[in-house]
């Protein structure tokens, strides 16, 4: 994802991912925004691969998608205790891991892990109603809903530019004050913030998840 995508975008379609009607599948390194690692041909090990050659063999080659998994900052990312590995582990391992990220006050993991309790425990992500919005050529506003009970209104910038974004222009039935319940991490919003619904900042590749929950009002 990081790798095709860019990492500057990566919270924001994580975001996109777990907040969709259907399915989320995530491929492993992608809690973490792992990138593939580059394996010269020397050292590609992928059948497909290897039955071509130093010019072509990179169109064919899964291996840099393949790279072990990174654990920590130890030895072989902590991925094994033998002495090597299949492949070659990332060079950035010992920053970008999961030890790391667990540690860290915010992190993409911690951005992920929430996303999935969202989405295990609540029914607007699971089942609730979907409507969209494309503002312009960055940003695009959707919400999730339970009609009367709660509602999840996801703001993706997957531009360069900020934005002050109006929810209720979008959704008229928007309370005045939603909570930020997920925020990207170049997102310059507290979790847990009341953010009034008719000027939502919004940062360049940043994603946001907004509650509103007409139970309590």
């Given at each position: 994802l990081s790798t095709r995508l860019g990492v500057g975008r990566s919270d924001v379609l994580m975001i996109f991912l777990q907040t969709m009607p259907g399915i989320a599948v995530n491929y492993y390194g992608d809690e973490i925004r792992m990138v593939d690692t580059?394996?010269?041909?020397?050292?590609?090990l992928d059948p497909a691969a290897c039955q071509t050659n130093p010019e072509v063999?990179?169109?064919?080659?899964?291996?840099?998608?393949?790279?072990?998994?990174?654990?920590?900052?130890?030895?072989?990312a902590g991925f094994s205790?033998?002495?090597s590995t299949w492949l070659p582990v990332a060079v950035d391992y010992r920053i970008n891991n999961v030890k790391n990220q667990l540690a860290a006050p915010r992190s993409h993991l911690k951005m992920f892990m929430k996303l999935l309790q969202l989405r295990k425990?609540?029914?607007?992500?699971?089942?609730?109603?979907y409507d969209s919005a494309v503002l312009n050529d960055d940003v695009v506003i959707y919400r999730r809903m339970v009609k009367d009970v709660k509602a999840f209104y996801v703001l993706l910038n997957f531009g360069k530019s900020k934005y002050t974004i109006n929810v209720q222009s979008v959704f008229p039935e928007?309370?005045?004050?939603?909570?930020?319940?997920?925020?990207?991490?170049?997102?310059?919003?507290?979790?847990r913030r009341p953010v009034r619904s008719t000027e939502v900042p919004l940062e360049r590749e940043a994603g946001l998840?907004?509650?509103?929950?007409?139970?309590?009002?």
């Open positions: 580059y394996i010269p041909w020397k050292d590609t063999f990179n169109d064919f080659s899964r291996d840099p998608v393949r790279t072990p998994m990174q654990w920590d900052d130890t030895k072989f205790t033998g002495n425990y609540e029914a607007a992500l699971q089942d609730g109603t928007a309370p005045k004050m939603l909570t930020a319940v997920v925020t990207s991490l170049n997102s310059k919003i507290d979790e998840v907004l509650e509103a929950n007409f139970e309590a009002v």
